[in-house]
Protein backbone atom coordinates (compact mmCIF):
# COMPACT_ATOMS: atom_id res chain seq x y z
CA UNK A 1 0.00 0.00 0.00
CA UNK A 2 1.08 3.63 -1.05
CA UNK A 3 -0.20 6.54 1.37
CA UNK A 4 -0.96 9.03 -1.10
CA UNK A 5 -2.06 12.52 -1.30
CA UNK A 6 -5.57 11.42 -0.94
CA UNK A 7 -4.69 9.67 2.53
CA UNK A 8 -3.13 12.57 3.96
CA UNK A 9 -5.61 15.01 2.56
CA UNK A 10 -8.77 13.65 3.55
CA UNK A 11 -8.19 9.65 6.00
CA UNK A 12 -5.33 10.90 8.19
CA UNK A 13 -7.01 14.05 9.33
CA UNK A 14 -10.18 12.39 9.69
CA UNK A 15 -9.15 9.50 11.76
CA UNK A 16 -7.10 12.13 13.98
CA UNK A 17 -9.94 14.08 14.40
CA UNK A 18 -11.91 10.39 15.42
CA UNK A 19 -9.37 9.24 17.65
CA UNK A 20 -9.13 12.58 19.78
CA UNK A 21 -12.95 13.11 20.31
CA UNK A 22 -13.94 12.63 23.69
CA UNK A 23 -10.71 12.97 24.56
CA UNK A 24 -10.07 17.10 25.04
CA UNK A 25 -7.09 15.74 27.71
CA UNK A 26 -5.31 14.39 24.91
CA UNK A 27 -2.70 15.42 22.41
CA UNK A 28 -2.87 13.67 19.25
CA UNK A 29 0.46 12.33 18.03
CA UNK A 30 1.15 11.31 14.25
CA UNK A 31 4.23 9.27 13.26
CA UNK A 32 5.16 8.36 9.98
CA UNK A 33 7.47 4.86 9.79
CA UNK A 34 9.70 5.21 6.97
CA UNK A 35 11.08 1.91 4.83
CA UNK A 36 14.13 3.26 5.92
CA UNK A 37 13.59 2.66 9.57
CA UNK A 38 13.53 6.31 10.37
CA UNK A 39 10.23 7.52 12.62
CA UNK A 40 9.31 11.15 11.77
CA UNK A 41 7.13 12.61 14.91
CA UNK A 42 4.70 14.85 12.96
CA UNK A 43 3.62 18.60 13.27
CA UNK A 44 1.94 19.20 10.36
CA UNK A 45 1.69 18.36 6.43
CA UNK A 46 3.01 21.59 4.29
CA UNK A 47 2.32 20.15 0.50
CA UNK A 48 1.18 17.23 -1.14
CA UNK A 49 2.38 16.97 -4.48
CA UNK A 50 1.98 14.23 -7.25
CA UNK A 51 4.73 12.17 -6.26
CA UNK A 52 5.97 13.26 -3.12
CA UNK A 53 5.08 15.63 0.31
CA UNK A 54 6.69 17.39 2.80
CA UNK A 55 5.89 17.60 6.15
CA UNK A 56 7.24 19.29 9.78
CA UNK A 57 8.39 17.47 12.30
CA UNK A 58 10.01 17.42 15.57
CA UNK A 59 13.47 16.67 15.97
CA UNK A 60 12.99 16.47 19.68
CA UNK A 61 10.09 14.44 20.71
CA UNK A 62 10.72 15.12 24.46
CA UNK A 63 10.30 19.40 24.07
CA UNK A 64 8.50 19.91 20.81
CA UNK A 65 10.60 23.42 20.50
CA UNK A 66 13.00 22.49 17.22
CA UNK A 67 11.18 21.23 13.92
CA UNK A 68 12.71 20.51 10.77
CA UNK A 69 11.40 19.94 7.05
CA UNK A 70 11.41 16.78 5.32
CA UNK A 71 10.68 15.96 1.64
CA UNK A 72 9.69 12.72 1.51
CA UNK A 73 8.13 10.64 -1.63
CA UNK A 74 5.28 8.73 -1.04
CA UNK A 75 6.53 5.30 -1.13
CA UNK A 76 9.23 5.98 1.33
CA UNK A 77 6.27 5.54 3.99
CA UNK A 78 5.58 2.02 5.33
CA UNK A 79 3.37 2.61 8.32
CA UNK A 80 1.55 5.40 10.05
CA UNK A 81 0.66 5.63 13.40
CA UNK A 82 -1.80 7.67 15.36
CA UNK A 83 -1.49 7.62 19.37
CA UNK A 84 -3.18 9.91 21.70
CA UNK A 85 -0.93 11.22 24.69
CA UNK A 86 -1.94 13.19 27.82
CA UNK A 87 -1.12 16.44 27.52
CA UNK A 88 1.02 16.14 30.93
CA UNK A 89 3.33 14.20 29.15
CA UNK A 90 3.17 15.80 25.74
CA UNK A 91 2.52 19.61 25.14
CA UNK A 92 1.71 19.62 21.32
CA UNK A 93 1.40 17.04 18.65
CA UNK A 94 -0.15 16.77 15.41
CA UNK A 95 -1.96 19.80 13.88
CA UNK A 96 -5.39 19.14 12.44
CA UNK A 97 -5.59 22.77 11.88
CA UNK A 98 -2.96 22.68 8.98
CA UNK A 99 -4.13 22.15 5.86
CA UNK A 100 -1.61 21.65 3.00
CA UNK A 101 -0.95 23.34 0.22
CA UNK A 102 -2.82 21.50 -3.17
CA UNK A 103 -0.65 20.16 -5.71
CA UNK A 104 -1.25 22.77 -7.97
CA UNK A 105 -0.90 25.92 -5.63
CA UNK A 106 2.74 26.41 -4.56
CA UNK A 107 5.64 24.76 -5.09
CA UNK A 108 5.44 22.78 -8.47
CA UNK A 109 6.41 18.87 -8.81
Given at each position: ?T?D???Y??V??????R???????S??????H??N????D?CH??H??DT?FAV???R???????M??????Y???A????SL???????I?????????????????
Amino acid sequence: MTFDASFYRQVLPERVARECQGHPESVPVVNLHLANGRTLDLCHIIHLADTWFAVQYFRDTETCDDMDIAFLPYELVATVTVSLHHAGSRRIGFRLGERPVPADVGVSA
